[in-house]
């Protein structure tokens, strides 16, 4: 009889198990096939940051980056000190470069391996953190010339499995090599990026969170490797930046494929991809992107949750890696990582949602009635939700200041409903804990039409009246009025904010001019 005992990750890139020899026995050893969005066939390379990473505990230095895939590829060279990050994004690790550190395949078997495509797929996520300096790339898998990821001159240089180099500016959009054509949306690579590229005969594209950019309908394949399979560097030229993933396939994908490691990388990372994300076994849609990519509602700042064991994704709390997005959903308490997340998702489950890119001002206009006397206003951002399978319970938080245009001395109150007009929606009282506000809820609960979706925002009581606009508030230490040491005065702006006045001995300077306000002219 067989007995499979599963190793368990020892935090330092090695795997245990626990288990007693009796009598004559016989091991060996074997894992799952997983694959980035369940896609296994061609699958010749993967590196990923929370994988089979062996770093110096005490400075983080990486010692190993080890190849996840059935080939087992794994560098021979790290070169200087790349370091390991615990929470580089997204709540998930990342590998970072500061421009001498590279990983190298040197053996002979493994350190050209690309030389026999005669196409292929490959994608990265990645950070450039120094557009001024950087002249490397974050892989370098062959072709005929360096890739620079961007060089310090602006522009993007990718000669990925091509016999001619491309080369154009992802922000102005401007070719420079490779005879091909480009189209937005214009992107910034010291943004985290999603960034990916094929090359087959005569078809040739790269481009950014399933949106290419690039394109040369003549196109002839190469992948020689003259100076050895890199990760983090373009022979010679170091990357500097930020590294979660790389994989590279032996083929081009088809579109269904590439939107499954698409929503994968997109989930992981918390990197909105501009196409509809779907899973990995079936390719069934788990978030249906509106417009794909912001010409309808819903794209934007998309992020999610979710599990499915074949493609090792196990994302318990995820936000959008955008600025301006402050939405955090977790399964169970909020972590500082996603790795210390204690919740349990069942596999084949997801939760992804994205917003509608409006100002997160609360207004009056539009409010759904029935809702609570509590609620006069609510947020012009309104956000989407998908559930695929039981998801169950999750926790979703938010910072309490970002519930704008609301009086912050009331209740603040998400508002959930199952259609995208609010019609017959309920209002839930978010929790107060420190400067953050959550809530334990089971979305599936308002998805009275059982479609999958809702619809949420947020809402609460107006802000006061604002004062007159030459109001002034003086602020003092009751216990010493008479020398107020460390008073403060606000004057208004007379748009219902206020600005900080400086103290004199006698009053206080009301308008920046240096002059004094009488004491008594302050009071309030």
Not at 260 to 286: D, F, H, P, R, S
Not at 444 to 471: I, R
């Amino acid at each position: 009889s067989r007995t499979e005992i599963a190793l368990v990750k020892d935090g330092n890139g090695y795997l245990t198990a626990t288990f007693n020899f009796s009598g004559e026995q016989y091991f060996t050893f074997g894992k799952d096939l997983l694959a980035p969005g369940c896609v296994a066939s061609g699958l010749n390379h993967w590196m990923k940051a929370d994988g089979l990473v062996q770093k110096n505990t005490t400075t983080g230095n990486v010692t190993a980056w080890n190849d996840e895939s059935i080939f087992d590829r794994h560098p021979d060279v790290v070169n200087s000190d790349p370091q390991w990050v615990g929470v580089g994004t997204n709540y998930n690790p990342i590998v970072r470069f500061d421009g001498d550190d590279y990983f190298r395949i040197d053996n002979v078997e493994n350190r050209q391996f690309p030389n026999s495509f005669s196409s292929g797929e490959v994608f990265s996520v990645a950070k450039t953190t120094n557009l001024a300096t950087n002249l490397g790339n974050p892989y370098d898998f062959g072709g005929v010339n360096n890739s620079h990821y961007p060089h310090s001159n602006g522009y993007i240089y990718n000669d990925f499995g091509t016999s001619l180099r491309k080369a154009w500016h992802a922000t102005n959009l401007t070719v420079l090599e490779g005879g091909g054509t480009t189209s937005g949306p214009a992107v910034n690579q010291a943004d985290w990026q999603v960034f990916h590229s094929y090359s087959a005969a005569n078809d040739w594209k790269s481009g950014f969170n399933g949106k290419f950019q690039y394109t040369a309908t003549t196109n002839t394949p190469s992948f020689a490797v003259p100076q050895n399979v890199h990760i983090g560097a373009t022979y010679a030229w170091p990357y500097v930046g930020d590294i979660g993933e790389v994989i590279l396939y032996n083929r081009k994908l088809t579109d269904i494929e590439r939107g499954k490691v698409l929503a994968y990388l997109g989930i992981k990372y918390g990197i909105t991809q501009n196409v509809n994300y779907l899973e990995g076994t079936a390719g069934n849609t788990i978030f249906a992107a509106d417009g794909a990519g912001g010409s309808i509602a819903h794209d934007y700042d998309i992020a999610g949750i979710g599990r499915q064991d074949c493609q090792g994704l196990n994302q318990k709390q995820s936000k959008s890696v955008n600025s301006d997005e402050f939405v955090t959903v977790s399964k169970g308490a909020l972590a500082a990582s996603n790795a210390a997340n204690t919740g349990v998702l069942t596999n084949n489950t997801f939760l992804v949602w994205g917003n509608n890119d409006a100002s997160i001002y609360a207004r009056t206009t539009g409010l759904p009635t029935g809702l609570p006397a509590a609620v006069e206003v609510w947020m012009n951002r309104k956000w989407k939700a998908q559930t695929t399978g039981a998801v169950g319970n999750v926790t979703l938080t938010v910072p309490s200041k970002k519930m704008a245009g609301m009086d912050k001395s009331a209740a603040h109150y998400l508002i959930v409903s199952d259609n995208s007009g609010f019609t017959g929606a309920t209002a839930v009282a978010l929790n107060i804990v420190g400067q953050n506000e959550n809530l334990t809820l089971d979305f599936s609960t308002y998805d009275t039409n059982s479609d999958g979706t809702v619809y949420f925002t947020f809402g609460g009581k107006a802000l006061p009246p604002a004062p007159p606009a030459d109001a002034f508030v003086w602020v003092y230490d009751a216990g010493n009025a008479n020398n107020p040491v460390g008073a403060y005065a606000w004057a208004s702006n007379g748009d219902g904010t206020f600005k900080k006045c400086n103290f004199f001995t006698g009053g206080f300077d009301r308008d920046g001019s240096g002059t004094e306000v009488a004491g008594a002219d302050a009071a309030a």
